[in-house]
């Protein structure tokens, strides 16, 4: 039972269903790539599987690492007083041994993709880990958690293309990254007057929570407007443009649910629609690329 017990403390401080933001941008970067040259196949499990553990692992690390950098934070914010950390269902020796296995794990995960993912790896988990420390200096912190998550398409790409980064991997960067940037400024409006008293830099602390708001719809709006963009400079054709004016228009939905005057459903546009948007982009992408080619499943 403590096992059980300790399993679901994890999966609660590291927020595990949130998952589903990473791993289809890294997919759709791995299939990208795939279809870069003539003609189309999926990547071989080869890659997938290991890819799937790396961004596991590393999207554990980050989420332990920000619980523990935070820790001090927590404990004073209302809402998050119920983190396993804060309330010592985890201890923080137990998640440092954490965040040492997850590293391991990433790392032997990105040498069995190739030497460059492995001699990039140091520089993922640094960088996974420096965003938390962010927003104790710069309202630019949202752009940096989206950094992290835009890397996702660039480990898919360089898993299946170690030696070269396609216009398309590097599109898709700026566009998870404003779209995660986006979205990080709306969930950061909950804690507004908190980060204030604080004095921590996010946006809505920063600037005011109708500020941040617009801020957030015009870096989303930036975000729809490249995933097409992406899209176009892989080769992808009208069915992956129609995913983009969907996701567009999700997240204008996601906009009309929230205003500075009722913030109560920023759960509902935090997760449930982006977890959509993410798998619409993988997706689109794989039917498009499929369409192409041989409709096959994976080898």
Known sequence: MSLMRDTLAVC???????????????????FLAQGAGPG????????????????????????????????????LNPRTQMRPLVTGELSVAFTKRFLFVCALVFTAACAA??????????????????????????????????????LAPVAG???????????????????????????????????????????????PAHQGVARALFTAAATHASAALLFPMA???????????????????????????ISAEDLSRVNVAFFTMNGVIAVFVFLGAWADLALGSPWALLR
Not at 17 to 27: I, K, M, N, Q, Y
């Open 12 to 30: 609660r401080m590291i927020k595990i269903e949130h998952s589903v933001f990473a791993l289809p941008f890294a997919f759709t970067g791995a």
């Open 157 to 203: 790409w360089l898993a299946v293309s170690p030696h070269s980064l396609g216009y398309p991997a590097v599109l898709l960067f700026f566009a998870v990254t404003l779209w995660v940037a986006g979205f990080d400024i709306l969930y950061a409006c909950q804690d507004a007057d908190f980060d204030k008293s604080q004095g921590l830099c996010s946006l």
């Open 113 to 150: 993709m190739n030497s460059t993912c492995l001699l990039l790896s140091p520089v993922a988990l640094v960088w996974s880990g420096f965003y938390s420390h962010t927003k104790r200096f710069t309202p630019l912190c949202h752009f940096a958690l989206g950094s992290v998550l835009g």
């Open 40 to 75: 189309w196949s999926a990547p071989s499990w080869r890659v997938l599987a290991p890819l799937t553990l790396a961004m596991v692992a590393v999207r554990s690390f980050a989420m332990g690492y920000n619980r523990l950098a935070d820790l001090d934070i927590d404990r």
């Open 231 to 257: 899209g176009l400079s892989a080769g992808l054709g009208m069915l992956f443009l129609c995913v983009s004016l969907i996701i567009g228009c999700i997240l204008v939905w996601e906009h009309r649910l």
